[in-house]
């Protein structure tokens, strides 16, 4: 059983352009990631150099300051319709979510690298945190 977008929307927090923009960027980090590893022999990540994980992962972060700039005009929009508490509530909520994504991003690209001495259940407590967030979300929407 698959969710279809209406009903995801409510949960993630999210709409249909800041979907669209998360997957198209996966679709090309994914893409650029492949032909990166297809490269060497054997395909490692490891064998990448810091440049090149850092051109691997933008797509990533060019969708998250793409739906952070989306999320702003939403803000102000919202703002001057004089809908403050909803305008604010859903301006945290992007916040936390884009915010804990780049973390991310950048504790992997930092660990990838090899320039941070941090374990992996480190480099994955922001996503363990972004769970947290979207269970009790989900709990809030009926």
Known sequence: MLFTIEELSPWLGVTRFELLVQT????????????????????????????????????????????????????????????????????????????????FEYMLCQRLIGGSNHDSSEVLSPILLLLQLLAVRACQTQ
Do not use: H
């Open 24 to 103: 198209i960027g996966l679709l090309l980090f994914s893409i650029i990631l492949t032909m990166r590893l297809e490269a060497y022999d054997p395909p490692i990540i490891s064998s990448l150099s810091q440049k090149d994980i850092w051109w691997i992962f933008s797509p990533l972060f060019a969708a998250n300051v793409i739906n952070a700039y989306f999320c702003v005009i939403v803000f102000i929009r919202t703002f001057l319709e004089r809908t403050f508490k909803v305008a604010v509530i859903r301006a945290m909520w992007s916040a936390s979510v884009i915010g804990v994504l780049m973390l």
